[in-house]
């Protein structure tokens, strides 16, 4: 089974030009969203706190995910999305502090409920006030399963520390994470072979991605799409990894390029369709750098 964390979730209110929509959000039931849209079972796990929490889980339960709700205090945060056709403006806030209580009453209901294979992915930012070693904890207690770390900052250089085998920066990351700009693909290439992590999906945007993995530097363009918004496009590209098959490097990186771009089709943090995704797949050519 495939488990899709979030510590810090969000209510994902996003404003278009010609629409206004409400979303559960937070990176890890963007995943579940996906994979549920592909038709593959899978559980979010999440913090809610407060009214917006409450309002969370009925959105969820809406949109068809299997949320477990594990409810701490405060109120769960309101992430304004603005997208002007071309662009996304983010306004996030900060959420709820981090409770203690919560936090050992999500690692129980882990070590009652994961079997070994399982799938668990460790997603987004961590609440307010919270260890930053949070998820290098989780991943150490739960390393005869299959984490993805898909976090940025200090949770993410704390969390190589429990060596994950899969990490899915975006530029942006990856620069903090090597503590320069990374401007060609050069630069690129050079700094996802310094991280001693098994295999790094460096999610591009328009420019598509790039695949660290033991047999090499794999690159992959975007497909040209009719864009709609880019929330949740690189959790798309994270519940491809927690799905797919990781041997094959080349098809690996075709179906998260695929999911991402076929996320960007869709308004706010509408998942993408199996359709849209394995027609997009046809389009990709993967090549080694």
């Not at 969820?60 to 403006?89: C, M, W, Y």
Request: aromatic residues 4%.
């Amino acid at each position: 089974m495939i488990y899709a964390l979030t510590l810090n979730p969000a209510l994902d209110r996003s404003i278009a030009p010609d629409a206004e929509r409400m979303d559960p959000g937070g990176k890890g039931l963007n995943v579940a969203k996906t994979l549920s849209s592909f038709h593959i079972p899978a559980v979010a796990v999440a913090f809610t706190a407060g009214e917006t929490g409450q309002l969370l889980c009925h959105l969820a339960r809406e949109a068809g995910i299997n949320l477990h709700s594990i409810p701490t205090a405060g109120q769960t945060r309101v992430n304004l999305k603005l997208f002007d056709g071309k662009a996304v403006t983010e306004h996030n806030q900060a959420g709820p502090d981090f409770d203690a209580a919560a936090f050992e009453a999500l690692l129980l209901w882990l070590k009652a409920t994961l079997k070994p294979g399982d799938t668990l992915a460790l997603c987004g930012s961590l609440p307010p006030k919270a260890p930053i070693n949070c998820y290098a904890l989780i991943a150490n207690t739960f390393a005869n399963c299959r984490i993805i770390i898909d976090t940025s900052g200090p949770a993410l250089r704390a969390a190589l520390c429990a060596k994950p085998k899969v990490i899915k920066p975006n530029l942006a990351e990856l620069q903090t994470l090597v503590g320069h700009s990374l401007p060609d693909d050069t630069s690129r290439v050079e700094a996802l072979r310094s991280l001693a992590v098994e295999r790094v999906l460096l999610s591009l945007g328009a420019e598509g991605a790039m695949l660290s993995a033991p047999d090499g530097v794999w690159y992959a363009p975007a497909p040209k799409v009719p864009v709609r918004g880019t929330v949740g496009a690189g959790d798309a590209m994270t519940a491809v990894l927690c799905h797919y098959p990781l041997d094959n490097s080349a098809a690996l990186l075709r179906a998260c390029v695929a999911a991402g771009s076929a996320a960007a089709m869709q308004p706010g943090s509408v998942p993408p369709t199996r359709q849209d995704w394995e027609a997009l797949m046809r389009k990709i050519v993967p090549i080694r750098r």
